[in-house]
């Protein structure tokens, strides 16, 4: 079983930054593909960014491109995702989530792990 913790999460101003960190317990970090998703109050939750295993490869959802980016320290089993220049249309929990498939998959039914997510509140 892996456990998934994440943190980082906060209250900031529109144009503000943020650094997520999601922290897992397991010695086969490096075998999950990685992923970030959020889900805002009356909303499905929401594809924002995944990361390969390696960490070689990222994707974005369009709406985050250019302000968020992805990465990983194998490592220190943690994920990260670096959040520039919010919206307040990015305020949302923010989950992190491991893939165990080969497939990449931006769909939150193919992630197998979830932390118990962090708000992030942007102010306008």
């Known amino acids: 079983q892996v456990q998934l913790v994440e943190s980082g999460g906060g209250l900031v101003q529109a144009g503000g930054s943020l650094r997520l960190s999601c922290a897992a317990s397991t010695r086969t970090f490096s075998s999950y593909a990685m992923g970030w998703f959020r889900q805002a109050p009356g909303k499905e939750r929401e594809f924002v960014a995944r990361?390969?295993?390696?960490?070689?490869?990222?994707a974005y959802t369009d709406s985050v491109k250019g302000r968020f980016t992805i990465s990983r320290d194998n490592a220190k089993n943690t994920v990260y995702l670096q959040m520039s220049s919010l919206k307040p249309e990015d305020t949302a929990v923010y989950y992190c989530?491991?893939?165990?498939?080969?497939?990449?998959?931006?769909?939150?039914?193919?992630?197998?792990?979830w932390g118990q997510g962090t708000q992030v509140t942007v102010s306008s």
């Open positions: 989530a491991g893939d165990a498939a080969r497939v990449v998959s931006y769909r939150a039914s193919s992630y197998d792990y």
């Open positions: 990361i390969s295993r390696s960490g070689a490869n990222t």
